[in-house]
């Protein structure tokens, strides 16, 4: 089976998430999507972090409808910085049968060179590389950093890498939903509305516990 893994802070989760799970899902034949929410993010400051029970809690509520989509706390169950690779071996040796696709923004892909073993990742999983809404199509080929570049095979005409272990690294077209965690924070410190911004049982959970609100001094 075609297994996603799709990691992130998810700070807040939001519908356009949802949506690229989706399309991934449907684009690449996935039998599930696996979200898995970063306890504490090696490129991301972590005061500027949710606490990761209300992350993890409110990636419960946001796919509890979908049976596709379930929600993993790997990274909050391990100690020390959520590496990438430190997941995707534990979930590669979870389900050694089924090929895996770690679902990624564009962003991401072009500093992969940065990240904690990333050369590891290539013979692991086959990659989801998912372009901003708006955004031009990212060439894969040139993203690659070049001390690994002689590992792929690029096919120009469907802008896919297919790494010498047989992974493949392929881009899926912006999805059209310009939403971003930031603008849903911001939009909340000011007191409006996120309604239709994020599902339902989120909107409630962010409400109920007053999250990003400038009144609450102990959240980011």
């Not at 596709?68 to 690779?85: D, N």
């Amino acid at each position: 089976m075609n297994i996603g893994i799709f990691g992130g802070t998810f700070n807040p989760i939001h519908n356009a998430h949802l949506r690229i799970a989706e399309e991934s899902r449907d684009q690449y034949d996935l039998s599930s999507v696996i979200f898995v929410p970063a306890a504490d993010p090696p490129h991301k400051p972590r005061h500027r972090q949710l606490d990761f029970s209300h992350r993890l809690a409110m990636v419960s509520l946001a796919i509890k409808n979908n049976p596709l989509f379930t929600v993993s706390s790997l990274e909050g169950e391990r100690s020390g910085k959520s590496y990438s690779i430190d997941t995707l071996r534990t979930l590669h040796d979870s389900y050694p049968d089924d090929r895996l696709f770690f679902i990624m923004g564009s962003d991401s892909f072009s500093e992969i060179g940065a990240w904690h073993e990333y050369q590891s990742i290539f013979p692991l999983t086959s990659i989801i590389v998912v372009g901003r809404p708006g955004s031009v199509g990212l060439c894969l080929a040139s993203s690659l950093p070049v001390a690994i570049a002689g590992q792929f095979c690029y096919d120009v005409a469907v802008n896919r890498l297919t790494h010498s272990s047989g992974t493949s690294v392929s881009y899926l077209d912006g999805i059209p939903l310009p939403i971003s965690s930031s603008s849903i924070r911001e939009l909340l410190r000011c007191g409006r509305s996120v309604r239709y911004l994020v599902p339902d049982g989120v909107e409630h959970y962010l409400k109920e516990h007053t999250l990003y609100a400038r009144s609450n001094p102990d959240l980011p």
